[in-house]
């Protein structure tokens, strides 16, 4: 039994509603530039991107715009309902999923091998019409701490139209700016490269706020980790591979059975930083496996079901909301922005290779 007054226990609800929309709010503010002291909006953010990227690909995602559709199913392990009343953690819940491996970069004709990060995107849609989305990235922390040097990232590594490069005195003073930064480039330069998304950790670096059947909240980051075995790559076999590999790949798997992942929730230990993606937390916190996700299936994007879904992470179901970090906010606000100017070319027939080119593949 709970030791809440019921009249506590009955206003939980309205207090996740009234936390839910002033998270709302914020995002809606940050995106049409309203945050006093700062003008930074999704539209100048995109824009950003896209210079960054060598310009526009029409029809394509501006950020991680090469990748593949899956589909599959989550079953839940049931030891996530310590932590939440969502129902896709319940005992025995299977939930059908529907998503997206993709690659980093903008250019969605790159070869796999000339990227970094390596990204999951997942909808997970419940018989009550309720979706959790999830988008996550094999880096373990986010390079910087705030959207503000986020943007002043995207600006920086713009390549230089005399070299085709980025200016190295702007990614100094970048660095300069944002010591942050060190450490996300110490990590790209030294952890392995997986040779397959299938042993790819995908970790989900913003904390969010789950809430018990008792009303206790709980700050959560999670982690999609391979049943896979790890394999690295090194980089004399990256420089022979194809173009396509990871597909080529994950196509090859997925015929001898499903891939799975375990769902590993992280739980925040007091003092914990909750709205810093660049601060990963102590090793030793408690962690909970809450369920298996399996994947079965692939489409190519362009005609999979996964072209037309914005992996937005702040769509959630009862029982989990966005926590109040900065950048889970901003990354609603451009994804938003990105998918509405894709569907607008797509619509306007403006990307005919965004269709022509994969089914090629």
Known sequence: MSSLPPRLLRALP???????????????AWTAGWIPGQRLTAQRFTDALEAGNGGIHPGFRRAHAKGVCISGRFVSSGAGAALTRAGMLAP??????????????????????????????LLLSSANGQQ??????????????????FYEQALANRPD????????????????????????QQW???????????????????????SD???????????????LAFAPMEAARRAEAE???LADDLRTRLARGPLRWDL???????????????????????????????????????????????????????????????????????YAQSYNRREREIALGQAPDATAKERAR
């Open 14 to 28: 309205l207090l996740a509603i009234a936390a839910i929309l002033f998270f709302l709010a914020g995002a809606f």
């Open 161 to 184: 139209p005399a070299t085709g490069k980025p200016d190295p005195a702007k990614l100094a003073a970048l660095l300069q700016r944002h010591p942050e930064i060190a450490k996300f």
């Open 243 to 245: 173009p396509d590999y």
């Open 92 to 121: 025995g819940a299977v939930t059908p999923v529907l998503g997206r491996l993709s690659i980093g970069g903008g250019d969605p004709h790159a070869p796999d091998a000339t990227t970094r990060v390596r990204s999951m995107g």
């Open 188 to 210: 790209a330069k030294t952890a392995p490269w997986p040779d397959s998304w299938g042993n790819t950790q995908f970790n989900g670096v913003n904390a969010f706020r789950f």
């Open 132 to 149: 959790w989305r999830m988008a996550m990235n094999n880096f373990p922390f986010f390079a910087v701490s705030t959207p503000e040097a």
């Open 264 to 334: 590993v929730l992280t739980v925040a230990a007091d003092g914990d930083p909750i709205t810093d993606p660049s601060q990963p937390w102590p090793s030793d916190r408690q962690r909970v496996v809450a369920g298996t996700l399996e994947i079965d299936a692939m489409q190519p994007q362009a005609s999979g079901a996964c072209r037309d879904v914005n992996f937005d992470p702040t769509v959630l179901p009862a029982g989990i909301a966005p926590s109040a970090d900065p950048v889970l906010a901003a990354r609603a606000s451009v």
């Open 213 to 227: 059947g008792r009303g206790k909240s709980h700050f959560v980051r999670w982690s999609m980790q391979p049943q």
